[in-house]
């Protein structure tokens, strides 16, 4: 054990810990204690810049299962290292908000910094795994953890609802995520991803290679909200404020971005990659801006707001992996791509970081999130005014903050994507600058919304639970920082160039070797200038006639919304289920014998046939006699006649008489051990057949009648009988060893002294056997006496 | 409401000592000829069963002052006995040994464990029969 894994698992150890400092130490509220461990983790993970921005990584193994080949190992490289930053460092800001957030005496606060230190456990080890399967169970360790923090006030339904939903599906992407490691290691021979980015290129064309990045890609999908799967984010907005801030837009729904990120080097060798993540993330962008306008919730819109710019990341992530197939630019101009990724990736987790945090503060102040009855705040709630101001407009993309800076990036590569030789682009290639600028005018117009609505006009106080006023210092402070960064960065973005974004830009593009980032606050009137600003034009119109276009989010009805998919989908899965069930497990006997016997049919005649199993082959039967025919008939009439017999008894009798013909074909073929015993065991069965008829109850309903014909069991036993024989009579002709019996017969007098073979093979050869069918003839004579002697009625217990 | 089963019961008299016979013989005989313990067994049940249908329950349990279930799981015992004696001899389980001996009155004759066996067999199954026709029999609902 390194101090890195020490630093990796600090935070589980520390929740064990928490539910003691939370009984003893009561008075002082208990996420003091907490908030050391990130800011420690924060400064720890720092001091590795100047390890990662010279390029070097480093790596830590701890064996776990090596039979397995799976390992603890961690591993430090640009990518991981500026997303442990990011855990740490939100972790801290948001663990120092909730605080203030969370009342001391009113919240389960045990619970909450459990779940949430082991979610930060979890996340770190997420993006410092080398090993795949390490790194999925990680993986589902957010899962669990986030499932736990969303249904954190679990007395409310919603609550539940949305920590289902964000459970099942998340669960779902991480199993099919899986599945497509297995298969990568399959593939590469070893889970470690360092070694299989090393030798990636030589399965391209391995059959399992398409199916593995499809199921990957599913996992990545699920968990980072991309279009179809984003609906579980908007129900997770349940959780508390600090939760949503912290899982929710900066660093759990960054998990799928950074496995994408991080397997681009393997997967980006074929086109379909680009294709997918590309496409997948420009649906998510235009799907999550056009949505986040309809919303009227201030989490909601930031949900909606956080899937957009999931996507927007993603679709970068996927132009980035297009450098390696197309040509038409130089190296620099694509790699622009993964820049502007990783650049947005650092930028969108300040903003919406603070932005929900403000919006927690105007919750915790106003008593509501409804932008309806918000308005006219700014007096109110200055500082928290300040924050939104800066957030919103970094998000739209304006200058001076660092969303302008990342937005222009993003046009820049989207423009690009025209330029690259990718088959008919003359028309095709113009639909992704186009999809971003529509989307990004969407942006603007709902990060208007969610500053206008709440903090101007005319204020409804009356509409209001509680009094609106500052909220305390200590709930401020967090914001105040992430919306200071957001200056800084905006300001100047060089700071991160060399430091952050360079390292993690090389692991994700190892092949990129000349790389220098350099962002210039201005580049000269380019056509992303004239973007930006027709999206500032178009989206002040937009928004100041909201009013006007605002009815097109009615033209579809909720019924065929995604969500209402989900719903039936979940419902028809339910009552799919309870169906079958219900049409299979009916209860009676009767159909459940019919399954089996025909099941036993099916499998035994298909076997027979596939097998060409099927001989008939009479050389080594004996003759037949006269008393074997003769006896046989009796059988055959015996057996039929019980089939037809209208009285029960007369159905008893001739089983008797069955029974004691069989006896008679022991007498014939030589067995009077078993003629003898057959005798005495048909005679007491018989009487006790009698026995139970005639205590049959003397219902009314009852009536001694022919059995009744039914088509499906004639076939049913007609078929049972025919392979049966069919089988017999192919095992009969084809024997492939010769009997053992010789050996019994040689040595009955020899060995064991006996000259009745049958006796000596019963209890001598084979004793065991007899003595465990006598233990089975005790215990019915115990059941037999238990069920009749035992009997609690009811009133009698 | 009994009849008067004067006839039956003389016959019982006479017949149940012979099936005994027959039936004890069937057991003792079962290494050499047809018989042993299983069907020595029922053959003696059917003779407790015959004395069942001349006399009534009460009687039998009278002349037969046995707890079948007792008998059955002392025959489980002497049976599982004999399986397991043979480890004491470090012999695997289930192994026979048998020798010829000279006693008074029988002369020349083999004495095998395997009859310890089957006498574990004989019991259990005159326990199980007789277990089972009494609980029936004895059941007034």
Redesign the interface.
């Known amino acids: 054990m390194s101090i890195l894994h020490w630093a990796i698992f600090s935070p589980f150890i520390l929740a064990i810990l928490v539910p003691l400092l939370y009984k003893r130490v009561g008075r002082i509220h208990t996420g003091w204690f907490v908030l050391v461990l990130p800011v420690l983790l924060f400064i720890y993970f720092f001091q590795f810049i100047s390890v990662t921005s010279m390029g070097d990584s480093i790596r830590e193994n701890v064996s776990w299962i090596p039979t397995l080949d799976i390992g603890i190992d961690f591993y430090i490289d640009g990518l991981g290292l500026l997303f442990a930053l990011l855990i740490t460092g939100i972790g801290s800001l948001v663990i120092l908000y909730s605080i203030f957030y969370l009342s001391k005496e009113k919240e389960k606060l045990n619970q909450f910094y459990v779940y949430l230190l082991l979610f930060m456990g979890a996340m770190l080890g997420i993006v410092l795994s080398d090993n795949l399967i390490v790194l999925y169970m990680f993986w589902e360790f957010t899962s669990l953890s986030s499932f736990l923090l969303i249904g954190y006030w679990n007395e409310r339904e919603k609550s539940r609802n949305g920590a289902q939903k964000s459970m099942l599906i998340t669960v779902f992407g991480g199993l099919s995520m899986l599945g497509g490691f297995v298969m990568l290691g399959l593939m590469g021979g070893t889970f470690s991803i360092r070694a299989l980015i090393a030798e990636s290129g030589s399965w391209t064309s391995h059959s399992l290679f398409i199916p593995a990045m499809l199921l990957i890609l599913l996992g990545a999908f699920t968990k980072s909200a991309q279009f179809p799967f984003h609906i579980w984010l908007p129900d997770a907005m349940e959780a508390p404020t600090p939760v949503s801030a912290y899982l929710h837009s900066a660093t759990m729904v960054k998990a799928g971005i950074y496995l994408v990120a991080r397997l681009s080097p393997i997967f980006a060798q074929i086109e379909l990659w680009f294709w997918i993540v590309s496409i997948a993330g420009l649906l998510t962008l235009c799907w999550g801006s056009f949505f986040a306008v309809k919303q009227t919730d201030l989490k909601g819109i930031l949900a909606f707001s956080t899937v957009s710019q999931l996507g927007l990341i993603m679709s970068l992530l996927g132009l980035g992996a297009a450098a390696l197939h197309y040509d038409g630019l130089d190296d620099q101009l694509y790699m622009a791509a993964t820049v502007a990724a990783v650049f947005h990736l650092i930028n969108h987790a300040t903003f919406k970081g603070s932005l929900f945090m403000a919006a927690g503060i105007i919750d915790h102040e106003t008593g509501t999130r409804d932008i309806r009855k918000l308005g006219g705040l700014m007096t109110y709630l200055p500082v928290t005014f300040t924050i939104t101001v800066i957030g919103a407009f970094s998000m739209a993309g304006l200058p001076p903050f660092n969303g302008f800076l990342s937005k222009e990036m993003f046009f820049t590569s989207m423009v690009n994507v025209v330029n690259l030789n990718i088959f008919d682009m003359e028309t095709w290639g113009y639909l992704f600058p186009a999809a971003a600028w529509i989307a990004s005018i969407f942006t603007f117009i709902y990060s208007m919304i969610l500053l206008f609505k709440t903090f101007t006009g005319k204020a409804q106080l009356d509409k209001l639970e509680k009094e609106p006023h500052e909220a305390p210092i200590g709930m401020l402070i967090s914001p105040i920082v992430l919306a200071a960064l957001v200056i800084t960065f905006g300001l100047f973005p060089n700071i991160l160039s060399t430091t952050l974004i360079e390292p993690a830009v090389s692991s994700i593009q190892p092949a990129a070797d000349h790389l220098h980032v350099h962002i210039s606050f201005w580049h000269g009137f380019g056509t992303e200038v004239w973007m930006t600003i027709g999206v500032i034009v178009l989206g002040i119109l937009l928004y100041l006639s909201l009013s006007r276009w605002n009815s097109i989010y009615h033209i579809v009805p909720e019924r065929f919304s995604l969500n209402a998919l989900y719903d039936s989908i979940l419902k028809m899965v339910n009552n799919g289920s309870g169906f079958i069930a219900k049409a299979v497990m009916k209860g009676s006997i009767r159909s459940y014998l019919i399954y089996i016997f025909a099941f036993f049919i099916l499998m035994m005649a298909f076997s027979l046939y596939h097998k060409g199993a099927f001989r008939m082959n009479t050389e080594n039967t004996a003759p037949i006699g006269v008393y074997e025919i003769i006896l046989a008939l009796v059988m055959i009439i015996g057996s039929i006649s019980i089939l037809f017999a209208k009285s029960r008894l007369t159905s008893i009798i001739i089983l008797g008489a069955v029974g004691y013909t069989v006896a008679l074909f022991f007498v014939i073929f030589r067995a009077?051990?078993l003629a003898?015993?057959q005798l005495?065991?048909e005679t007491?069965s018989v009487a006790?057949f009698l026995?139970c008829f005639y205590h049959l109850p003397k219902l009314a309903s009852r009536k001694e009648e022919r059995m009744t014909f039914k088509l499906n069991n004639a076939v049913i036993s007609i078929g049972v009988g025919l392979v049966v024989a069919l089988v017999a009579l192919s095992a009969q002709s084809q024997k492939f060893f010769a009997p053992i019996s010789s050996f019994y017969l040689e040595n009955a007098y020899k060995e064991?002294?006996?000259?009745?073979v049958?006796?000596?093979i019963?209890?001598?050869f084979r004793?065991?056997d007899?003595?465990f069918e006598?233990?089975v003839?005790?215990i019915?004579?115990?059941g037999?006496?238990a069920m009749?002697?035992l009997r609690l009625t009811r009133g009698n217990k | 409401m009994r009849k008067n089963d004067l006839i039956l019961q003389t016959v019982t008299k006479v017949a149940v000592f012979i099936i005994l016979l027959f039936s004890v013989s069937?057991f003792f005989g079962?290494?050499?000829?047809?018989?042993?313990?299983?069907?020595g067994g029922?053959?003696t049940s059917?003779a407790i069963v015959l004395l069942l249908l001349a006399y009534d329950i009460k009687t039998v349990a009278g002349i037969l002052p046995f707890d079948y279930?007792i008998v059955?799981?002392v025959?489980?015992f002497i049976?599982?006995g004999t399986?397991a004696s043979s480890i004491f001899f470090d012999l695997p389980?289930?192994t026979?040994a048998?020798r010829y001996f000279d006693l008074p009155l029988l002369g020349h004759t083999?004495l095998?464990s395997?009859v310890l066996?089957?006498l574990?067999?004989y019991l259990?199954?005159v326990?199980?029969?007789m277990?089972?026709i009494q609980?029936?029999g004895?059941?007034d609902e």
Do not use: E, R
């Open positions: 009077p051990d003898l015993t005495v065991i007491i006790l026995l064991a002294g006996g000259k009745n049958v006796n000596v019963l209890v001598d004793g065991l007899t003595m006598i233990a003839l005790g019915a004579a115990l037999i006496f009749i002697k | 069937i079962g290494h050499y000829s047809p018989g042993g313990g299983f069907v029922l053959m059917a279930k059955l799981a025959g489980l049976a599982a399986v389980l289930m026979h048998y083999s095998h395997a066996f089957d574990g067999v259990v199954v326990g199980v029969t277990t089972i609980t029936i004895d059941d």
